[in-house]
C-alpha cells in the first residue's frame, strides 16, 4: 500500500466550477470495452450527490440510466436538488459530455433512525471466500482487474458459437474491490454492477450488449458497511426473461455476516 | 358498460399547454389514504412520455421517485427528452403542485425488435383464478376498488397490535382491473404498486408508511400484453431486508399463460 490515492477514490475526485457543476474524468482504471464500467459511472453519480451542499442523511435508492456512450475524458456532473423533505431526500443527476447527456440518475437519500427491524431473506449458502479460488484468468479488460472474483458457482464461459441449449443465468461469487478497500456506499454502488451481462452467460456468446438502467437500494448504514472492511460480500444474480433486445437481471449484495447489504436490479440490451 | 371513459383512462386524461407541459388532476377513483394510489401517479407519469411528441418505441423501464405528498386537485408533468439513440430513448419527468415537485420518473423507451429470447422464471403455481374467491371486505379505501384481488396466499390482516412474531411477506394473488380493462403498458405500470405495503402485513399493524421510490420493467409488447386482455395477471411479492425506516420489496406480474409481464422492485419508507 502506498499513499496513492485507491483507483475508486481517484475516479470520484471532482473539482467543483462555480455554478455548482463538478468536473471529472474517466477513469482508466475501470474501462471496460467501449467505455466505463457501468458500475463506476454508478458511483460518480452518487458521489457528486453525497458532495452536494443540501445532501442530508444516507443513500437510499440509486437508478442510473446509460442514456449514451460516455467517452473516455472530461465529463460535468449536474445534481439538482429535487426535493428535500425533514428526513428524505431526492436528487435529480446528469452526467454530461458536451452536448450529450450520457448517464441520468435519480437518487433517495435519508436521515435513518432506528425502527422495527426484520431480515426475511436468507443468505446463500456457499463456502468460506478463502476456501474459493481467485478467478485469474480474465478477460483483458481493466475494470475486470479492479475486482477479486472468487465464483462459487455460474463462472460465465465464453465460446465461439452459441452453446446448444442455453445455460443457467445464476451466479454465487464472493467479490471485494481490488486493491482492497474499506466498504462505503459509492464502493457497494459500483459493485452493483459486477456481473458479467447474463446474456454472455446465458447463450455463452458475446454479442453487442450493455446495461440500459440499473436501480439499488442501499440497506446498510454507512457504520455496517464499515464493519464489513475489506473482507469480500457475497453477490448472487439471477436473470428472469431475455427477448426483443432487453432482458433483465436480479442481484442482492451480502456482508460475510449474512446481512443483506444491498438489492440490485438492471435491464440489459443486446442484439441478435 | 357505458361509453364513459374507464377511470385508468380518465386519470390519464391531459391537456397540454403551449409549453408541452400537460395538465391533470389527481383521480378520486384511486384515491388512496393521504393521496393517490402510488400506482396511478406512476401510470401518470408513463402515459405523459408516452404523449411525448418525440417518443419512439414502447416502455422498457420506469423508475417512479415518490418526492411529496400530491394533494387532491390539479398538476403538471413536464417531460424532458434526456436521450434518443436509433432505438433507445431516454425520458425526465416531473409532476408539480405549485413550487412543489411531488414526484419524479425516469423513463426506458425503445423500438423493439426480435432477437433471441429466453425464460427462465417458472409460474408460481396457483389455482386458476376462478376457483378463488373475489376478496369483497376490503378498507374503505378508493384505489382498492379499482382493482378485482384474488388472494392465493398471503392475505394482509390488520389488528390493534403488532403480531407477537413477524408474518410472512409474500403474497399471491390474482389481480385485475376493476371495472375491466384491456390490458397495456398503462395499466400494467399500475399494477406494478397494487400490493399493500409489506410492513403492515408482516406486522399486521398499520403505521405511517409509503412507497419512497418504485422500479418496473415492461417485458411484454403492446400485442402480447392485448393478448392477455382483461383477464387477471398473477402477481407474486415479497420483502428482504426492513430496518432503519425503511424496506424493500420484489414482485412480479405474470399473464395467465405463465409469462412474465413485468418485474418491479419498491423501497418503503416506515415509522416506528
Not at 483483458?140 to 458457482?153: K, N
Not at 467479490?175 to 452493483?192: F, G, N
Not at 451481462?197 to 455496517?224: C, I, N
Request: aromatic share 10%; with cysteine; glycine share 6%.
Amino acid at each position: 500500500m502506498t499513499d496513492a490515492l485507491h483507483p475508486l477514490d481517484a475516479a470520484l475526485a471532482f473539482t467543483a466550477g462555480a455554478d455548482g457543476a463538478l468536473a471529472g474524468r474517466t477513469s482508466p482504471a475501470y474501462w471496460n470495452m467501449v467505455g466505463p464500467f457501468g458500475g463506476i459511472t454508478a458511483a460518480q453519480l452518487l458521489k457528486a450527490a453525497l458532495d452536494h451542499p443540501a445532501r442530508i442523511g444516507e443513500p437510499v435508492a440509486q437508478t442510473v440510466n446509460f442514456c449514451a456512450p460516455i467517452a473516455e475524458g472530461d465529463f460535468v456532473i449536474r445534481v439538482k436538488e429535487v426535493r428535500s423533505g425533514r428526513s428524505v431526500q431526492h436528487f435529480y443527476a446528469e452526467l454530461v459530455q458536451g452536448e450529450t447527456i450520457a448517464a441520468s440518475a435519480t437518487m433517495v437519500f435519508a436521515r435513518r433512525s432506528p425502527t422495527w427491524g426484520h431480515h426475511t431473506a436468507a443468505m446463500p449458502e456457499a463456502p468460506p471466500p478463502a476456501d474459493v479460488p481467485v478467478l485469474t484468468k480474465k478477460p483483458p479488460l481493466a475494470w475486470l482487474g479492479a475486482y477479486e472474483f472468487r465464483y462459487v458457482s455460474g463462472l460465465p464461459i465464453m465460446a465461439s458459437e452459441a452453446f446448444p441449449e442455453p445455460q443457467s443465468a445464476k451466479s454465487l461469487i464472493w467479490v471485494a474491490d481490488q486493491p482492497p478497500r474499506p466498504l462505503d456506499h459509492v464502493a457497494l454502488a459500483s459493485l452493483c454492477d459486477v456481473f458479467i451481462v447474463r446474456v454472455f452467460q446465458v447463450r455463452g456468446l458475446r454479442t453487442p450488449a450493455g446495461t440500459v438502467s440499473m436501480t439499488s437500494y442501499f440497506h446498510a448504514s454507512t457504520e455496517e458497511l464499515a464493519r464489513q472492511g475489506t473482507r469480500p460480500l457475497l453477490a448472487r444474480v439471477d436473470s428472469t426473461r431475455f427477448g426483443d433486445q432487453f432482458h433483465d437481471q436480479q442481484a442482492e449484495l451480502w456482508s460475510d455476516e449474512g446481512k443483506l447489504l444491498a438489492t440490485t436490479t438492471q435491464v440489459v440490451w443486446f442484439r441478435e
